[in-house]
């Protein structure tokens, strides 16, 4: 009778029947049975089927069946060790249903015989390491709504402080001892010509969306609340009491909707222009007599784009630093005259809006939404990859976003306790939704279906503006959008319905 092994794989010793005990094969040979096999001649197996090992005398019950007895099996010296094959202590101790197949049940039967394979098995020189199958989803199924930031908080830093503090010094060490390199452009006044072309197409892009943005508005209906900044495309407003405007207790924070414009979808975000980008900071005495231009036009200017209506100062040689801030142009007067180069590309021009005229076929609206969903994209993918370079900075109380090494000393911040501050601008490092921000409206899941309902107001998701423009307009959505407009989300019928969902 067997019984339940131990974790060391042994059975119980008080056990008084002869039972059967797995053989540990030991990776040494005894060098006293080396010299008995020389001198009697025989093989290890044929020790084996003489009755001679302690295997035979205990299966015949002669003398007393200890585990211990068999520490290990000698070997033929001409097989090494490492050149079988091993077999785990468990598969010693598991029954096999098979009788008659495995060493355990041939030692219950006092067969005698132990069989083991004639010819060694080399085992695998190649280790294989388990490995976690991993997998990565760029866009989650559902994300969180976008949060909505107090005009009495500061906006977070992109980059935490203590972070910018620990590359500092680590940069810091680095560069000890070390002669100091060259700086690269932007850096020493010149500009990168590999950007130029992402500059230009950035601009047109910029320019197509405003102009699709006038056809779409007129066959997709976008209202605009009178009092706050909240739009909504849809054909009726939604009725949230969502308003923060100007006697909103009074209306219960219901929105007075109105017709809304492309700078409503668009928001305008302006900056000083700049005739030299490295020159000096803008004083509050000159904050009017700077022009201000769009920031995305700004930046494109910066980074190699000739706009005629707003000249830039454009070097030929790296500047030559005399401080730690200050420096001096090189002398460019043995150069040759610069050329006028013919741009890489044709700048588009914004339509009027008398000569925008409304699309009635459904499939010229279906590719126009494609088309500006498109613009959409590459604007904010190519804004991305120019801010890498063309450092923008935003202040971090009120939405003012200045394109340069530096922000402006104009003193015309009014956020919450500016007058701590005396009006100056808490500038930070811009991000692309500072620079472009994409505006988050109510996702219609249905534009001919019923409009939303304020009971069911947790189960809608939100997408910026202009993909809800262009998604009902017969787009297809956007992947990177499909986690915030919740379309995998069931969206109850009634009352009741809705508050059954646990």
């Not at 787009?475 to 407009?485: C, E, F, G, L, S």
Request: with cysteine.
């Amino acid at each position: 009778m067997l019984l339940k092994p131990d974790r060391t794989g042994r059975f119980d010793r008080l056990n008084r029947e002869p039972v059967a005990c797995p053989v540990n094969f030991q990776n040494r040979i005894s060098t006293e049975s080396v010299k008995n096999l020389k001198k009697t001649g025989k093989t290890w197996v044929n020790r084996l089927k003489t009755g001679k090992t302690g295997v035979n005398r205990m299966k015949t019950g002669k003398t007393g069946a200890d585990c211990n007895s068999i520490n290990h099996l000698y070997l033929p010296p001409r097989i090494w060790p490492p050149m079988l094959s091993y077999q785990w202590r468990a598969d010693f101790v598991k029954l096999n249903l098979c009788s008659g197949l495995s060493s355990l049940s041939s030692l219950e039967r006092s067969s005698g015989e132990l069989r083991l394979q004639s010819k060694p098995v080399v085992p695998s020189r190649k280790f294989y390491q388990p490995c976690a199958l991993v997998v990565r989803c760029d866009h989650p199924q559902n994300a969180d709504l976008p949060r909505y930031y107090s005009k009495k908080e500061k906006k977070p830093f992109p980059v935490p402080i203590v972070e910018l503090r620990r590359a500092a010094r680590e940069r810091f060490k680095k560069s000890r001892g070390q002669p100091k390199k060259p700086a690269p452009p932007p850096k020493n006044g010149l500009i990168v010509k590999s950007l130029v072309p992402l500059a230009c197409d950035l601009l047109n892009a910029r320019i197509t969306l405003i102009n699709n943005l006038k056809k779409l508005l007129k066959v997709v209906k976008v209202h605009a609340c009178g009092f706050c900044n909240e739009i909504h495309v849809g054909p009726v407003g939604h009725p949230f009491k969502s308003c923060r405007g100007h006697r909103a207790s009074i209306r219960k924070g219901l929105h007075q909707w109105t017709y809304a414009t492309v700078d409503d979808v668009l928001l305008p975000v302006d900056a000083y222009h700049l005739y030299d980008r490295l020159g000096k900071r803008i004083r509050h005495d000159e904050r009017f007599s700077i022009p201000r231009i769009p920031a995305v036009v700004e930046l494109c200017i910066q980074a190699g784009v000739d706009v005629p209506e707003f000249p830039t100062k454009r070097r030929r040689k790296p500047i030559i630093w005399i401080g730690k801030s200050e420096f001096v142009d090189a002398d460019e007067s043995e150069l040759p005259d610069p050329v006028p180069e013919v741009p890489l590309k044709p700048l588009l021009t914004e339509i009027p809006d008398s000569e925008i005229v409304a699309l009635c076929d459904e499939e010229e609206i279906i590719q126009l939404a494609e088309e500006t969903l498109k613009a959409w994209e590459q604007m904010r993918r190519g804004a991305k990859k120019l801010m890498r370079m063309y450092p923008v900075r935003v202040c971090g109380y009120c939405p003012e976003v200045h394109v340069g090494p530096s922000g402006h000393k104009a003193q015309n911040c009014g956020a919450h306790k500016h007058q701590q501050r005396n009006g100056q601008h808490g500038w930070q490092s811009a991000v692309l939704d500072d620079l472009i921000p994409p505006r988050y409206v109510w996702h219609l899941p249905d534009a001919k279906g019923p409009p939303l309902r304020r009971e069911l107001r947790s189960f809608y998701g939100q997408a910026p503006a202009v993909v809800e423009i262009c998604v009902q307009a017969g787009a297809a959505v956007p992947d990177q959008n499909k986690p915030t407009m919740r379309l995998d989300i069931g969206i109850p019928t009634s009352l009741k319905e809705a508050e059954m969902v646990v």
